[in-house]
């Protein structure tokens, strides 16, 4: 019998399945507060139910309780890298990065990835399988129990293509949101995407509130195309035309990452076809000194190239930060601890 993933149900669904038991509407609450609130991973811990109705949820569902394979923390700034397994062995990271402004926490949406970004560890062995709402939710979970910390914003930027997995990153948006749970406001959460044209249209129409990152990387087609192959499916044009279709119907401001690589995508002609693509938006670009992986000849931009760089974009009026490295001494960048972990074990 398939287990019932019961961390994945919002209440309504929850109270639906509590009728079905035969239990009384009330108890989705109880359980709802347990599984969000509480974080517990063990039905035994809901000690206000029934021992009837613990048996009944332990032989029906799954907990989806990740177990932390390996955790480790940066000697430069306090990053925390989280190497999880999920409940049919599969391997996933979070990372924890503690700002100023609070705690961020970044998850992965899928085991692996299929978008094939060149620079990227996440892809390298493709796609296994998308995650459920219940495994997102559970790497804040788990990431807020074990370090102690609160988690005050949330990136969908660990491994996975989120869009390629559009509804249960919904799921997970609303279940993370809610207010009997962590209550995290969409303001406060940012999900990040290579680009998947129909599917910016189709969050844009949710209205949500979160914060909507592009990876774009080039400022043409036809370097993008040697970056990143989802290039070959969506044009630049059409990614900046469902991007204004997004500012207009959420009010929110958008943000460009941009992944510098020396002599690749770092040029002057690269700073001027940027200028030209987003001027004048509502945006934000925040460039990211590649992290190379070994397995590609990718090289960051020198120091003084990602300044000039930058200092471009600014004379022109556009909003650009240059992304703090963090965790460089604990494969900071997506999928590199779990490529390295499994080429070992
Ligand atoms: N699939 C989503 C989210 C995951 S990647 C996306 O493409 O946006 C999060 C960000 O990190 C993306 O901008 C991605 O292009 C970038 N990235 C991945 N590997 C990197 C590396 N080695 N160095 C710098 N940026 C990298």
Not at 8 to 33: D, I, P, T
Not at 244 to 265: D, P, W
Not at 284 to 309: G, T, W
């Amino acid at each position: 019998m398939e287990l019932i993933d019961i961390k994945s149900m919002n209440e309504h669904e929850l109270q639906e399945f509590m009728l079905s038991l035969g239990e009384k509407k009330f108890r989705a609450e109880q359980v709802y507060q347990w599984l969000h609130k509480k974080l517990v991973t063990d039905f035994e811990e809901m000690t206000n139910l029934s021992e009837a109705l613990r048996g009944k949820l332990k032989e029906k569902c799954r907990l989806a309780a990740l177990t932390a394979e390996r955790v480790q923390v940066s000697q430069i700034d306090g990053t925390s890298k989280f190497l999880f397994k999920l409940h049919d062995g599969n391997l996933i990271e979070s990372v924890l990065m503690k700002y100023h402004h609070g705690n961020s926490v970044c998850i992965s949406s899928q085991v692996g990835c299929r978008m094939g970004c060149r620079f990227c560890a996440s892809t390298l062995d493709g796609m296994v399988r998308n995650l459920t709402p219940s495994e997102m939710l559970d790497q804040i979970y788990r990431i807020q129990t074990i370090s102690g910390e609160r988690v005050d914003n949330i990136v969908i930027m660990g491994s996975g293509e989120p869009m390629d997995n559009y509804d249960n990153v919904i799921k997970f948006l609303e279940l993370i949101n809610a207010e009997k749970g962590l209550n995290i406001s969409a303001r406060n959460i940012t999900v990040s995407t290579c680009g998947l044209v129909p599917k910016i249209y189709e969050l844009a129409d949710l209205k949500l509130q979160i914060t909507l990152a592009i990876s774009l990387h080039s400022p043409n087609d036809d370097l993008r195309k040697t970056m990143m192959p989802v290039a070959n499916k969506y044009s630049i044009a059409e990614i900046m035309e469902a991007c204004r279709y997004y500012i207009n119907k959420t009010g929110r401001r958008i943000s460009f990452e941009y992944s510098l690589v020396e002599g690749v995508n770092d040029t002057k002609e690269c700073a001027e076809q940027l200028i030209k693509l987003v001027k004048g938006m509502n945006c934000h670009v925040n460039l990211i000194p590649v992290n190379p992986i070994k397995e590609r000849d990718y090289r960051q931009s020198e120091k003084r190239a990602i300044e000039d760089f930058k200092n471009k974009l600014e004379k022109n009026g556009i909003n650009v930060t240059i992304r703090r490295e963090m965790g460089r001494d604990i494969d900071g960048a997506c999928g590199q601890l779990r490529k390295r972990f499994m080429e070992n074990e």
